[in-house]
């Protein structure tokens, strides 16, 4: 009864929150903002870009909590190592030419090789702790993603790289506003990687193997599922995704030894707002934040300097109100 | 070479200052937080504003910084421990870099990433304390390692601390027995807070200067590298940590090959300690004493056996 009662109240709610939104003609919309509207839809472009990758790198923070119920820090240092080998395969190629086929290349082998990295990892340094203490992994994923943002920045030096793109990157301008192919290629990338991961994720045996094992490690293990290749497999894919999410940044921004360590966090942020060990949750958070980033400073008029400040904030309150982010289960504590 | 080496002890105990305060924290309470560096940045720069801009008595200065810091960990506490370990050290992490950014992003009251320079020296019973003369401070730091030695001690052995203990093993059974968690894990955050800004206005005091690029991620990490090396739980291991750390991370300038070892190799040591550590040997060097019921038990009864 009580339950129902609840459910009532939230739906008229929701109910009043679209009317207020219906009624909303423009130039309150206008006032809301305080900004033109071409402007706020430029805003919110840049906002999705932005979520997109943070969504992209979520997503291996989140499937990692689902099965393991440990935070993976050194998935930022995965993200940053495959997009240095991407950048150094796409340098190397691209003196014969821009060529489009060579950049796919490029990032190919930096998925490769940071899947690689992220199922080493796991093997050496969090499968002899599974059993162990639950600061352990915890403390070792810690000392792993100090080492190789260390090891980065000895190999390739502290220098920031810049990942030249493989197209003329001048904006295309439809209607009032105007969108770089970058964006372009960002958020159409990210839509169909997030497509096939939702379709494999549901649709095979292997997908079906990875939800038993985040349900119930013990059981799926019981159930003949090879709990171990599950645990590698997601591991890899949520390394590939980062190195493209890295590559990403790398063409719009710079590619250094730390870059992880910000966009990990952010993209953690993100896994834990949407409900961490939600995929769905983890897509749909990374593209909040990215939007309140954007509009913090523009609205708020916070300086680009306390930019990052924006998302901790966000995430202690999140913390505070509701533990469980947006579409995140509610943990039973057990005895 | 002598002056390096006592450079080296008041190093060492500077950092076991912070390691001991970190140690209750994660050590006693279970609790894995990674802004030790947020709470000695913040002693440190409440001390080199206070005493640059008034020139006033070191004393309040170190009081000042203990209290701030102790605030600050109140606030970060209070809504934060309500949360699981991993989610806990989340919360922490984003605190440290609010605070980093805030003190770079400050520049009217922090002078931003130039840091504060010329800090006078501490005048303590109307004697100077001029860090040239490396031996007062020696004996002047490790005055105050072992006040925070015993303090901790004596909090470690109350009633206090074995609720903490309860806390680290099992909090929900903890808190059937009548444990107030929320209110006691606050508590040892603060106090682990209070002692991390006495370390930050000491350094703030011996360097003359404080600077944010100090007080980074990689300076938390360390911290929690010398509990786990020393083992979790034992606050003599939290010393021997921080003498290991420290001694790893300077002994390449003490050995003049600082030209040959860049920076990295050190930080990539301390990654390699901490999984290390924590593959081959959890409980770290010193183990954590705990009380063997079992002996005891089995000590009375053969007591009462002869009896």
């Known amino acids: ?38 402007e706020v839809i430029q805003h919110i472009i840049n906002g999705i870009t932005v979520g997109a990758i943070y969504s992209l790198i979520a997503l291996g923070y989140t499937m990692v909590y689902g099965i393991l119920k440990m935070i993976n820090f050194a998935h930022g240092e995965f993200l940053m190592m495959g997009t240095y080998v991407s950048l150094l395969i796409w340098d190397s190629l691209r003196k014969g030419g821009n060529n489009p086929f060579f950049y796919i290349l490029a990032v190919i082998c930096g998925m490769i090789f940071s899947a690689i990295l992220g199922v080493t990892v796991e093997k050496v340094a969090y499968r002899p702790l599974r059993k162990s203490l639950r600061l352990a992994p915890l403390l070792s994923a810690i000392g792993v993603s100090i080492i190789l943002s260390n090891l980065a920045a000895l190999i390739f030096g502290t220098k920031s790289k810049k990942f030249e793109y493989p197209f003329s990157n001048s904006p295309v301008v439809i209607g009032m506003v105007s969108i770089t192919p970058h964006q372009i290629l960002v958020i159409a990338a990210s839509l169909f990687l997030m497509f096939f991961l939702t379709l494999f994720i549901n649709k095979t045996r292997w997908g079906k193997a990875m939800r038993a094992a985040s349900e119930d490690i013990d059981t799926a293990s019981l159930m003949g599922i090879n709990v171990d290749g599950i645990i590698s497999l997601t591991f890899a894919i949520g390394a590939a995704l980062a190195a493209i999410a890295g590559v990403f940044m790398g063409m719009e921004y710079k590619v250094y030894p730390t870059m992880g360590t910000m966009a990990g966090l952010k993209a953690f942020i993100a ?14 958070g990374g593209i909040i934040i990215g939007l309140l980033e954007t509009f913090g400073v523009v609205i708020f008029g916070i300086p680009q300097g306390l930019k990052d400040t924006i998302s901790f904030l966000v995430l202690i309150l999140i913390l505070i109100v509701k533990p469980t982010g947006l579409l995140g289960k509610k943990l039973k504590e057990k005895v | 070479m002598t002056n390096f080496l006592l450079l080296l002890i008041i190093y060492i105990g500077i950092y076991s200052i912070l390691s001991l305060s970190q140690n209750l924290i994660t050590g006693f309470t279970g609790l894995l937080s990674i802004c030790h560096a947020a ?50 050290a989340i919360a922490t992490l984003g605190f440290g870099e609010i605070v980093k950014n805030l003190i770079i992003n400050l520049d009217s009251i922090t002078r931003g990433p130039m840091g504060i320079n010329n800090i006078p020296s501490p005048k303590i019973f109307g004697f100077v304390f001029n860090p040239a003369v490396k031996l007062n401070y020696v004996v002047f730091v490790w005055i105050f390692v072992f006040i925070t030695f015993f303090t901790l001690k004596r909090i470690v052995h109350s009633r206090f601390g074995r609720a903490l203990e309860a806390i680290r093993e099992d909090e929900i059974a903890a808190s059937t027995m009548g444990i107030n968690i929320v209110l006691y894990k606050v508590v040892s955050f603060t106090v682990g807070a209070f002692f991390a800004g006495i370390a930050g206005s000491l350094w703030a005091v011996y360097n003359q200067s404080v600077a944010p690029q100090t007080f980074d991620f990689i300076l938390s990490v360390m911290v929690l590298c010398m509990v786990v090396l020393g083992g979790m739980g034992n606050n003599l291991g ?26 990295q190799i050190n930080q990539m040591v301390f990654g390699l300690l901490l999984v290390l550590v924590m593959i081959y040997r959890p409980q770290g060097i010193l183990t954590r004493k705990r009380v063997d019921f079992e002996k005891l038990l089995s000590k009375k009864i053969k007591m009462e056996g002869k009896s």
Do not use: C
């Open chain 1, 1 to 38: 009864m009580l339950f129902i009662l609840n459910q009532l109240v939230v739906l008229t709610k929701i109910v009043e929150l679209i009317k207020i939104l219906y009624n909303l003609n423009k130039e309150d919309a206008m006032q809301l903002f305080n900004l033109p509207l071409n």
């Open chain 1, 271 to 284: 896994a834990v707002f949407g409900g961490i060990g939600n995929i769905v949750g983890a897509m749909v």
């Open chain 2, 39 to 88: 709470f000695f940045a913040i002693g440190a720069y409440t001390t080199a504003i206070y005493l640059v801009h008034t020139n006033g008595s070191f004393w309040i200065a170190l009081l000042l910084s203990a209290l701030i810091s102790t605030l600050s960990g109140f606030l970060i506490g209070l809504p934060s421990l309500r949360l699981r370990g991993d989610y806990l």
């Open chain 2, 238 to 263: 939290s010393i021997i940590g921080a003498a290991i750390i420290v001694t790893t991370s300077e002994l390449p300038r003490l050995l003049g090959f600082s030209n040959i070892f860049p920076p």
